[in-house]
């Protein structure tokens, strides 16, 4: 197979079929040996991580099938570790999407003197930023992206209206075994003109909390798939 891209958690190769398959890793970013998603750099490797991450996805990838939301997803072979997805373009040099259904994170480190941490946004609030590590991931508006040549104005609204919908798919999900979802990151490819959702739905992409307490992404893995 010919490899397309090598990723910090995930290898691309082009399969014969036209299609495209993702190979996932133990390596995962952090920093001083520490776990953490919103890193930019692999700063550790758990062993099984990408076997878990996997099994994670293809579960929502399996949920959204259902709820007749269509994704880049085919079929998945959890034990090599490896899914087949439909080939996308991605929008500009990658974008990430985030849905924030209650006030954290960078959310309060930039509006904190209008909203208080853990507050919850009604109908979750939706907003993007461009994949760029150098820059700090900066935020886009739909008009920008449609100024810049990125995405039209139309794509935007699909990909809103994705969004709201999976991040519902996945909340109700995780509320039915005791966990609250605050926040879900994804990214989106059009592929044939139609906007889908490609990469992974997994601990790493999200902020859960149990109890009042967050969840750490290992132990949020394992609520997924040991259910």
Known sequence: MEKLYTGKTKDVYKLENGNVMLKFKDDCTGKDGVFDPG???????????????LKSSVYYFELLKKAGIKTHYVSADVENATMEVLPATVFGHGLEVICRLVATGSFIRRYGEYIENGTPLKGGYVE???KNDEKGDPLVTAEGLDALGVMTMDMFNSMKEQTLKITKVVADDLKSIGLDLWDIKFEFGYNNGEVILIDEIASGNMRVYKDGKIVDPVDLTKYINER
């Not at 890193?39 to 991450?53: F, Q, R, S, Y």
């Open 39 to 53: 890193e930019n750099t692999v700063g550790l490797t758990i062993e099984g991580i990408g076997k878990a991450n």
């Open 128 to 130: 993007c930023t461009f």
